[in-house]
Antibody, heavy 116, light 110 residues
Framework: EVQLVESGGGLVQPGGSLRLSCTAS????????MTWVRQAPGKGLEWVAN????????DYADSVKGRFTISRDNAKNSLYLQMNSLRAEDTAVYYC?????????WGQGTLVTVSS | QSVLTQPPSASGTPGQRVTISCSGS????????VTWYQQLPGTAPKLLIY???LRPSGVPDRFSGSKSGTSASLAISGLQSEDEADYYC???????????FGGGTKLTVL
């Protein structure tokens, strides 16, 4: 059974940093593109970033480019999102998903709240 | 960057057929596959339709997708109360090199 479990969310002050993790199981993690998608409270889905199987290609939404970094550790079946210079508008539930342009499987999400 | 346009709401009665539209451009829907997601209240999104009209295993055949030019549609036939959810379309955009989501459509079963 495919499982994706996000962690690392929490409350952080504006300008602060946070690192999200997504642990995968039930499939060969190193064979798939992986993606981060977020959803602000009461709002729609927003694609954040994705990363190729070997980490050699990464794409970012303009809203996070230069502040967020997506990475992965295939030996640990883990996906990461390093978030720096956080802003109030980054407040959202962050989901990891398997796939590049199609989220075939999704985690349950982790809430990031940026507030003073 | 949400340049896929969906109606904010849709509704229907049990047993009815409803459609949800998703309008884009030549750089996204016009040249790439369309994906549809269903998000039930308080849960993570779930893949509903991919590659315009393919359903993952477990998704009832009441759900179908189509694409014409730079627009796509999701149709739900035999509407059921458990279909009440938010529905999102998505597609890769060649010009922006990003995945675009529609703003979402809240489906109400009356």
């Amino acid at each position: 059974e495919v499982q994706l479990v996000e962690s690392g969310g929490g409350l952080v002050q504006p300008g602060g940093s946070l690192r999200l993790s997504c642990t995968a199981s039930g499939f060969t993690f190193s064979s798939y593109w992986m993606t981060w998608v977020r959803q602000a409270p009461g709002k729609g889905l927003e694609w954040v970033a994705n990363i190729k199987q070997d980490g050699s290609e990464k794409d970012y939404a303009d809203s996070v480019k230069g502040r967020f970094t997506i990475s992965r550790d295939n030996a640990k079946n883990s996906l990461y999102l390093q978030m720096n210079s956080l802003r109030a508008e980054d407040t959202a539930v962050y989901y990891c998903a398997r796939g590049r342009t199609t989220g075939e499987y999704w985690g349950q999400g982790t809430l990031v709240t940026v507030s003073s | 960057q949400s340049v896929l346009t969906q109606p904010p709401s849709a509704s229907g009665t049990p047993g009815q057929r409803v459609t949800i539209s998703c309008s884009g451009s030549s750089s996204n829907i016009g040249s790439n596959t369309v994906t549809w997601y269903q998000q039930l209240p308080g849960t993570a999104p779930k893949l509903l339709i991919y590659s315009h009209n393919l359903r993952p295993s477990g998704v009832p055949d009441r759900f179908s997708g189509s694409k014409s030019g730079t627009s796509a549609s999701l149709a739900i036939s035999g509407l059921q109360s458990e279909d009440e959810a938010d529905y999102y379309c998505a597609a890769w955009d060649d010009s922006l090199s990003v995945v675009l989501f529609g703003g979402g459509t809240k489906l109400t079963v009356l």
